[in-house]
């Protein structure tokens, strides 16, 4: 799977400052310093589009990138940054709920799960958030590369077990790493086969 141009369009402050578009959306969300910014810059085959930290809760704001004329990526800000004061947890959490609930465009939410850990209640918070206001999403585990894989297949087969107790079916879940350029098709695949039926309707 290839994307052949990818670019950055605007930041923006809250969804009124969003793209006027009918073009798919997709956008990338997860706690603070798992790794959105390293995984769009994977999946669009660019070092630098998204800017990447070392020091979490960089990205304060709603970025979209364009891929290939046809569809926008959405880089959020990450969730749950322990340093950040009250105020500014607050600003984030209104941010992210008003453009889940109010961006007509988007199509589906890359939930992204640090794979080194057990599930946290924050991830599970929002998964369980997303689920009751009828928003796609599939989760994404990063940092595969960072951990073994029975840790790894751990935390995912608690994750699902704990899923398993309120929902019928589990949500489709990516394994990706960025240093062994693993998930990249299978983001991809997804995007491009949900963006077809999307044009079949």
């Known amino acids: ?4 141009n990818a670019k950055f369009i605007t930041s923006s402050q809250s969804v009124a400052q969003c793209p006027e578009s009918n073009l798919p959306e997709y956008a990338f969300i997860g706690r603070s310093n798992v790794g959105k910014s ?3 810059n994977m999946v669009t085959g660019r070092k630098n589009l998204a800017r990447t930290s070392s020091s979490p809760g960089k990205t304060t704001l709603i970025n979209h990138f364009l ?3 046809s569809w926008f990526l959405c880089d959020l ?3 749950g940054y322990a340093k950040a004061s009250k105020k500014r947890r607050k600003d984030f959490a209104r941010i992210i709920e008003e453009y889940a ?8 939410f890359f939930v992204l799960i640090d794979s080194r850990i057990p599930p946290q209640e924050i991830d599970l918070d929002f998964i369980e958030w997303l689920g009751d206001s009828g928003i796609p999403f ?3 585990y990063t940092k595969t590369d960072k951990v073994t894989q029975k840790e790894k297949n751990r935390n995912i087969e608690m994750m699902k077990e704990i899923l398993s107790e309120s929902w019928e079916e589990i949500p489709v879940i990516i394994e990706t790493s960025v240093v062994k350029k693993e998930g990249k098709d299978e ?12 044009n079949l309707q």
């Open 1 to 4: 799977m290839h994307i052949g």
């Open 38 to 40: 390293s995984l769009i």
């Open 67 to 69: 891929i290939d004329e």
């Open 77 to 79: 800000p990450g969730y």
């Open 101 to 108: 609930t109010c961006r007509q465009n988007l199509v589906c």
């Open 138 to 140: 599939l989760l994404v």
């Open 187 to 198: 983001l991809i695949s997804f995007i491009k086969e949900t963006n077809n039926k999307l």
